[in-house]
């Protein structure tokens, strides 16, 4: 798509390659559901096909995370009021996510008119149990801190765990800064360093034009498995979660955006689009993040520091996206078993959505991966879990984009509202 563009002497955005490449996945799937229709080959092996780049895409992100991390140490002053500015930016946002997740929920109230299709399906009981490993005790403070320290310096990168990631990165950050303050010969380093990080954004940049394609066949894929006609039931639930994530996404961030940073909402929209749209079709805020730094920095006009402390160091805090449909998720499915909630009970819910919305937005499928863990924390046996997780999966792919696109707004505010208000030029 993007190569014929060039030879035709014109360049289709990103975001319109995406489009196309949605709408044509999905007419494949139509047409040809699970039946080979090439050689053998037919819409699962275009979606393992697609697959391929998103892992591509992860491979390369977190060593990027690094490599900006360390590099922004070594070119930038990253200030602890910066710092406490990013997390009370970041806490600010989050609240007004959870603010209005709970109250069209508790409104709305989706799951009273599932309830009857969820009992069939208890009823059956052909789901097997849950095979989770998580402890009972798994969303401690002490618990969650123990899994972000890392036994080795090597397994972070292995298991693409991005918050030991990061904090290995602010760990040697901070002390390449401070032998730099110290007068220490480290220029060698310091080129390395940057070089590195110029070199990933380049090869990921390069990813990020067959993504169209990748969603191509991801598209087609789920499409062909399920059709058009699997989303009737969810229907109210997919309708309340993504008005959730409508409003908090393009209503309270355009209005803050504009209000503080001075950018208007046409600007916001308009100029994120390309990562907006990376993060919608890769499934993954982190994947998206060097189209989102250069959105920011040349499209937005904001700091090369600012746009690197939100979109590589804060995105394990921005992840509004995934923090909303957590909470929205384990409502619904509260709603439709027909437990009543006190409001201390959702405030569980909350807390426990926020934590597993950490450091999880590279991860395409994170939320439906985390959901199981705030299920359990309400105190549902994993039976029941198992059940509630295969209830809600025919229309996750549809929220994980959706949360995906969330996150990268996120992401793009922060940078925003630390950056301040743009001065007239």
Not at 88 to 96: F, G
Not at 109 to 135: C, D, M, Y
Not at 246 to 262: C, D, T
């Amino acid at each position: 798509m993007d190569l014929l563009s060039r030879k035709q002497g014109f360049h289709l955005p990103l975001f319109v390659q995406v489009i196309i490449g949605v709408t044509l996945g999905a007419l494949l799937g139509v047409v040809f559901g699970k039946e080979p229709f090439l050689l053998g080959a037919g819409n699962e092996q275009l979606g393992d096909l697609g697959l391929l780049v998103i892992r591509l895409l992860k491979a390369l992100a977190v060593p990027l995370v690094l490599f900006a991390v360390l590099d922004a140490f070594l070119t930038t002053q990253i200030s602890a009021r910066a710092g406490l500015k990013l997390l009370l930016i970041c806490a600010v946002n989050v609240s007004v996510a959870f603010g209005i997740g709970l109250t069209l929920m508790n409104v709305l109230e989706p799951g009273i008119g599932s309830r009857a299709h969820f009992k069939k399906v208890l009823e059956e009981g052909n789901v097997p149990p849950l095979q989770s490993t998580l402890a009972p005790d798994a969303l401690s403070p002490i618990k969650a801190l123990q899994s972000y320290v890392p036994e080795s310096l090597v397994d972070p990168f292995a298991k693409n765990s991005i918050i030991p990631v990061v904090l290995l990165a602010l760990l040697f950050g901070a002390a390449l800064r401070r032998l730099k303050e110290n007068a220490l010969d480290i220029q060698s380093l310091e080129t390395f360093v940057h070089g590195a990080y110029q070199a990933l954004v380049l090869v990921l940049g390069w990813v990020v034009m067959t993504v169209p394609f990748a969603v191509f066949g991801l598209v087609a894929q789920v499409v062909g498995r399920a059709g058009l006609g699997v989303f009737a039931t969810l229907a109210p639930f997919l309708g309340v979660v993504l008005l959730g994530m409508g409003l908090h996404a393009f209503v309270y961030y355009p209005a803050v955006a504009w209000l503080i940073g001075r950018r208007t909402p046409r600007e916001y929209i308009g100029k994120g689009a390309d990562a907006v749209l990376t993060g919608l079709s890769t499934n993954s805020s982190l994947a998206s993040v060097p189209v989102t730094l250069k959105c920011l920095t040349e499209k937005l006009g904001v700091s090369h520091e600012s746009a690197r402390l939100a979109a590589c160091v804060g995105t394990n805090l921005n992840n509004d996206g995934i923090t909303l449909y957590e909470a929205m998720a384990a409502l619904f499915v509260a709603q439709a078993l027909g437990l009543e909630l006190t409001f201390g009970q959702q405030v569980v819910v909350v807390l426990s959505s926020l934590m597993a919305g950490i450091g999880i937005a590279g991860i395409p499928e994170a939320g439906l991966v985390m959901l199981p863990l705030v299920l359990g924390a309400m105190g549902l046996p994993p039976q029941l879990v198992a059940v509630a997780i295969a209830f809600v999966m025919p229309v996750d792919w549809i929220l994980a984009r959706a949360r995906s696109g969330v996150n990268v707004m996120s992401d793009m505010v922060v940078a925003i509202l630390l950056d301040g208000p743009r001065k007239p030029a």
